[in-house]
């Protein structure tokens, strides 16, 4: 499957990876299961998403409005969440800065990044101050 989604094991965190050719249908697919569960998705603090292995990415300006639109409903019942993006190439990092811009109407805490050693300090750094 090119978008994976798992829980760290603290459970406090919702990892996906994506991997290949991954579609916008894909990762609005993925968006929606933490939906199914609630409780689950109160207690998260972060996200960490990883498109290092996305070799291209298919994904229409609209396909980002549906994430943006997930990731809303979300919020409704997470607002405080912290999320980081790493997408190290040009493509990717383009478009999950769209998504980042749009995701901003969520109050979530978030930023893309190149490297999963910036994500990483990224995350440890919000963590720590709670954010």
Request: no cysteine.
């Amino acid at each position: 499957m090119p978008y994976t989604m798992s829980f760290s094991n603290d459970g406090k965190g919702v990892l996906r990876k994506g991997i290949g050719v991954l579609k916008g249908q894909e990762i609005i697919d993925g968006g929606l299961a933490p939906l199914a569960d609630e409780d689950r998705l109160r207690g998260l603090t972060y996200g960490r998403v990883d498109f290092t292995e996305v070799t291209h990415l298919e994904i229409t300006p609209e396909d980002i409005h549906r994430i943006v639109d997930t990731n809303k409903r979300m919020a409704k019942l997470n607002p405080h969440a912290v999320v980081v993006v790493i997408a190290p190439s040009d493509a990717v990092f383009g478009v999950a800065r769209m998504w980042e811009t749009l995701a901003d109407s969520t109050g979530w805490k978030t930023t893309v990044v190149l490297t999963a050693a910036e994500a990483d300090a990224w995350l440890e750094a919000k963590l720590a101050l709670g954010q």
